[in-house]
């Protein structure tokens, strides 16, 4: 049972990237899927997730830029984000977890991610030069 972030590199401000968090092990279309991400210096964040049922939640200053998307016949969630601007530039996680997504429960995941309750993913490294 694991979840693997992928997608990340280095591009240019004002380009795009995508993000995917593929599950193995585990039908994630059951758990929400969060992406988060840690900027040199700063503490993790949650940016984006999608609920069971495909409701889609971002932070405001992202809205817009970053489209979150299902693919449950691939198991995966990608992250889809325009725009980038080096304030991007950050490791990027994804996590499953079992309760509803929104800005409280991102919040819940990050408070609760060294005590095993829900399904973290390595980071994968996003770089957006000026």
């Known amino acids: 049972v694991q979840l693997q972030a992928s997608g990340g590199g280095l591009v240019q401000a004002g380009g795009s990237l995508t993000l995917s968090c593929a599950a193995s092990?585990?039908?994630?279309?059951?758990?929400?899927i969060g992406w988060f991400r840690e900027a040199p210096g700063k503490e993790r964040e949650g940016i984006s997730c999608?609920?069971?049922?495909?409701?889609?939640y971002y932070i405001g200053s992202l809205r817009g830029r970053f489209t979150i998307s299902r693919d449950s016949a691939k198991n995966t969630v990608f992250l889809h984000m325009r725009n980038l601007k080096p304030d991007d530039t950050a490791e990027y996680f994804c996590?499953?977890?079992?309760?509803?997504?929104?800005?409280?429960?991102?919040?819940?995941?990050?408070?609760?991610?060294?005590?095993?309750?829900?399904?973290w993913g390595e980071g994968t490294q996003v770089t957006v030069s000026s």
């Open positions: 092990g585990f039908a994630s279309d059951y758990y929400a």
């Open positions: 996590a499953a977890f079992d309760r509803g997504c929104g800005a409280s429960e991102m919040r819940e995941t990050l408070d609760t991610r060294n005590y095993g309750v829900d399904l």
């Open positions: 999608v609920s069971s049922s495909g409701s889609p």
